[in-house]
């Protein structure tokens, strides 16, 4: 029969006792480390390098104080990364159907040439079919009004110029604002004008432009593409500058201001040169000048209006494409991107070139300081001639 185990004596207890104790505090100690360095990694998880929040049984108030703090501060990070996640996921489905681009001014404009060459790259971007809707009229108020009652989702946008930061200058009642209703995307291109007249007006050059229009001040009729087009302001500038008088005559559209000039019904218009530059060439019309401050590559032996005499001129017609205000940040940079990517293909800027437009670079910043500028630029222009629309 086994013998009973010993017992050990009350020092030998005490002992295994005290081995005990501090084999229980040293894996009580392991844990705490092990809590402190999950703590550490969570935080750095998160961005946010919080120190670990002492235990409120060793570090009383003072620690039950910064374990509050902690906790409030990941619940911030948690709430600020579930409010962005819906504009994020939003940006990642978008878009989720075709995108229409509207132009507020008919087909044939230098605004509808830029839509129509951009319209292919970025539908490749997007992944969605890009659709070019005209809606011209009413310097092109009509076709902007359009686009900022659309629903701020990406899937409606308006490729504008210089026509939309003139608006407000010119229109009592729009019935929307032309800055604050709209959240621009990117900057697209700029395209020197030409000064053109009709073969039957006895001038040369712009010197005797000037001396011809002097001599029969408000009896020439100018034709434009609207008030408020880009066209127009180049007018009204010529006016102000040369001290010139003439009859505006605003059209609907470029076919029908190139229509009445031809035929003689106008006296003068300043448009496009990829417009102008055949008719010239075919003797339809005569070219006079560039309105930009420099020669232009594709008519480098046409002189700029400040070369002709008419000192500090400068006008040109600019493009950007703008998103309906409230449009997500996330879908608006993926707008500009796809802009951008679009615009570097080697296609779209053969094109640009062909149409003597010079690419712009800028996204949704730098497209809103541009826009508001010009808006400062040209409404006291406008102001001292006293031109305004219906």
Known sequence: ????APVASGCAAATICRRAGSAAAGTERRSRARRRRRMRALARRAGDRVKPAVSPRRGGRGSLAALAGNLAMHRRTLLLAALAAPSLALAQDYPARPVRVV???AAGGIIDVVARILAEPLARRLG?????????GAGATIGARAVARAAPDGHTLLLSGAAHAVMAALYADLGFDPLADFAPVALLGDQPFVVAVH???PAEDVPQLLAWLRARPGTANFATTGIGAASHLAGELLKSLARVEFTVVPYRGTPQVVTDLVAGRADLMIDSQTLLAPLAKEGRVRALAITTAHRSALLPALPTLAESGVAG????SWQ???APAGTPAPILARLAEAAAAALAEPGARARYAEAGIEPLAGGPAEAARFIRAEAAKWAPILQATGAKAG
């Not at 029969?1 to 009973?4: D, E, G, L, T, V």
Request: net charge negative; hydrophobic share 50%.
């Open 1 to 4: 029969m086994a013998s009973p």
């Open 103 to 105: 132009v507020p001014f």
């Open 128 to 136: 969605q079919p890009v659709v070019i809707e005209n809606l011209p």
């Open 199 to 201: 073969p039957g007006v």
């Open 313 to 316: 001129y400068a006008a040109s």
């Open 320 to 322: 950007a494409l703008q």
